[in-house]
Each structure stands twice: as structure tokens, then as C-alpha cells.
């Protein structure tokens, strides 16, 4: 649950693009560009390793479920039939309701493995780097 939730703010966070303001959802952004999005998986589910790896002692098999169940959560959470409703009728096809709707699984899961597996080694390389001073 940990990875969920950490890799959910990572993505917030670094996946951006032009937001505009809507009186009835608060805000709607535009889908990021593939770089970004890449970016924003890899980074957000390096730093969910990290930290499952560094202060849990967990292996990165965690961070990698939690990039299939990442989402699920978010769309659970975000998407509901009266915002799409809205979406549709007021703004073009490319805004959602947050920027972590507009990733495709796809994305989240194999950009996600990568980084999960990268944050995990960085994590255990800092291990060895604090405790041998190598």
C-alpha cells in the first residue's frame, strides 16, 4: 500500500501538463507528452522502491504490483459518470480530470517495472555505499 501511495503522489507531482480552470470539477489538465509521462513513471516508482526498499526492507516485487494497481485506484477514485459527462460536453478529448488518469496501463506497468527495479538497486547500492563508505 505503501508503493501505491507514493508512486500516486510521484505521478501527481511529475506528471504535468497545461491545466485549466472548471467551475464544475476545480481543474482539468491535458494529457503530458510521452516524455513526461515516462519520466513520471520511472521516477515516481524509482522513488517507491527506494523508500519500500530502505525503510521496510522489502523487495521490489511490491512497487511492481502496486504499478498495476496504481490505475485501478486512480480510476476508481477520479472517474466518475458525471465528471466524464462534463469532460466530454465542455473540453476536448485530450483534458482529464488529473493527469494520472491520461496514462495508459500499459505505460504504468512497464515503465513502472523499470523503475521499481532501478529505485530498488539504488536503494540497496546506498545500503552498501552507508555501510562500507565504497
Same mark, same amino acid.
Given at each position: 500500500? &505503501?508503493? $501505491?501511495?507514493?508512486?500516486?503522489?510521484?505521478?501527481?507531482?511529475?506528471?504535468?501538463?497545461?491545466?485549466?480552470?472548471?467551475?464544475? #470539477?476545480?481543474?482539468?489538465?491535458?494529457?503530458? &507528452?510521452?516524455?513526461?509521462?515516462?519520466?513520471?513513471?520511472? %521516477?515516481?516508482? !524509482?522513488?517507491?522502491?527506494?523508500?519500500? /526498499?530502505?525503510?521496510?526492507?522489502? !523487495?521490489?516485487?511490491? @512497487?511492481? #504490483?502496486?504499478?498495476?494497481? %496504481?490505475?485501478?485506484?486512480? #480510476?476508481?477514485?477520479? %472517474? /466518475?459518470?458525471?465528471?466524464?459527462? =462534463?469532460?466530454?460536453? =465542455? =473540453?476536448?478529448? +485530450?483534458?482529464?480530470?488529473? &493527469?494520472?488518469?491520461?496514462?495508459? @496501463? $500499459?505505460?504504468? $506497468? +512497464?515503465?513502472?517495472?523499470?523503475?521499481? %527495479?532501478?529505485?530498488?538497486?539504488?536503494?540497496?547500492?546506498?545500503?552498501?555505499?552507508?555501510? =562500507?563508505?565504497?
Amino acid at each position: 500500500m &505503501a508503493s $501505491v501511495l507514493i508512486a500516486q503522489f510521484g505521478l501527481t507531482v511529475f506528471a504535468r501538463d497545461v491545466r485549466l480552470f472548471d467551475r464544475q #470539477i476545480g481543474s482539468v489538465m491535458a494529457q503530458p &507528452a510521452t516524455g513526461q509521462i515516462v519520466f513520471a513513471v520511472l %521516477v515516481s516508482f !524509482g522513488m517507491a522502491a527506494f523508500v519500500v /526498499k530502505k525503510f521496510l526492507s522489502a !523487495g521490489y516485487i511490491w @512497487p511492481i #504490483i502496486a504499478s498495476g494497481l %496504481v490505475t485501478g485506484f486512480v #480510476i476508481m477514485a477520479n %472517474v /466518475k459518470q458525471d465528471t466524464l459527462q =462534463h469532460l466530454v460536453g =465542455h =473540453h476536448p478529448a +485530450a483534458f482529464f480530470p488529473n &493527469a494520472v488518469t491520461s496514462i495508459l @496501463p $500499459v505505460q504504468m $506497468v +512497464a515503465f513502472g517495472t523499470l523503475g521499481s %527495479v532501478a529505485g530498488y538497486w539504488m536503494a540497496v547500492r546506498y545500503n552498501f555505499w552507508r555501510k =562500507h563508505g565504497v
